[in-house]
């Protein structure tokens, strides 16, 4: 069973996807770059939402919720989600976050340690390595496939005006040449336990060994290196994904 609701947050009126029992522990889930709360976690909602309520927002300025601001940045998100979770009266919850959206789990487990009983953080990086200073570079529209080009506005166009697609990607790459940056002392203050996943041949996040860094500074910390593994572990091995967070929130 599953509905689509909207919370008050902050200037937004954010759409959720919730799903599972409402008396269930709850578990929040951040999507990435470009996704919404329905089209980043098809292949492990309905296992997730065995065990959890499992509550799947779209972000600010993705899907169905609109953006004021026309801003996005980490710090803003996580801060958004934390309003989030404090208005339904959930807090703290479990986290999970898939790359750009590890990202912000990440942000929001540092930053807001009250609303987060454990974090997972996938396909994400506390710092700013210098391969990722690409992405800031040039429009990052620019370099994107006319297949994923035309997903996104499918998902984001639709609300808002053709093309805004091109805009919140921008908008993304130069976040992501820029934040998060945290240093090993800002992750060893953090006691929240997370679990830090990455497939290993993650293109994005394997060269830099990004999961190795936060598993090694963060205080309370383990590591799933998924073997011959892209970016997507949950969608690549949704049974053992299911099957692993649900035991680390459970443990």
């Given at each position: 069973m599953s509905h689509m609701p909207f919370a008050r947050v902050s200037d937004l009126q954010m759409l959720y996807n919730e799903y599972g029992a409402s008396d269930a522990p709850p578990l929040l889930l951040v999507h990435g770059s470009g996704g919404?709360?329905?089209?980043?976690?098809?292949?492990?909602?309905?296992?997730?939402?065995?065990?959890f309520r499992v509550l799947a927002p779209d972000c600010r300025g993705h899907g169905k919720t609109l953006d004021p601001r026309?801003?996005?940045?980490?710090?803003?998100?996580?801060?958004?989600?934390?309003?989030?979770?404090?208005?339904?009266?959930?807090?703290?919850a479990f986290v999970v976050g898939h790359s750009n959206g590890g990202n912000v789990a990440l942000v929001l487990t540092v930053e807001h340690a009250d609303v987060v009983k454990k974090s997972v953080v996938m396909a994400g990086n506390a710092y700013v390595s210098?391969?990722?200073?690409?992405?800031?570079?040039?429009?990052?529209?620019?370099?994107?496939?006319?297949?994923?080009?035309?997903?996104?506005?499918?998902?984001?166009?639709?609300?808002?005006?053709?093309g805004y697609w091109r805009a919140l990607m921008d908008r993304t790459g130069r976040e992501i040449a820029r934040a998060p940056n945290y240093t090993p002392n800002d992750l060893h203050r953090v006691k929240t336990p997370?679990?830090?996943?990455?497939?290993?041949?993650?293109?994005?996040?394997?060269?830099?060994?990004?999961?190795?860094?936060?598993?090694?500074?963060?205080?309370?910390?383990?590591?799933w290196l998924a073997p011959d593994t892209g970016h997507s572990v949950h969608e690549e091995h949704p049974h053992e994904w299911v099957e692993r967070v649900a035991k680390f929130f459970w443990e």
């Open positions: 919404t709360g329905a089209s980043e976690w098809k292949t492990v909602r309905d296992g997730l939402a065995k065990h026309n801003e996005y940045t980490f710090d803003l998100l996580a801060n958004d989600l934390a309003e989030f979770l404090r208005a339904l009266h959930i807090a703290p210098a391969d990722l200073l690409r992405y800031g570079q040039a429009d990052w529209s620019d370099r994107i496939s006319a297949t994923w080009g035309a997903e996104l506005a499918a998902l984001h166009d639709a609300p808002r005006y053709p997370v679990l830090v996943i990455q497939g290993a041949n993650d293109s994005v996040n394997a060269p830099s060994h990004h999961a190795e860094f936060m598993a090694e500074n963060l205080a309370n910390a383990q590591l």
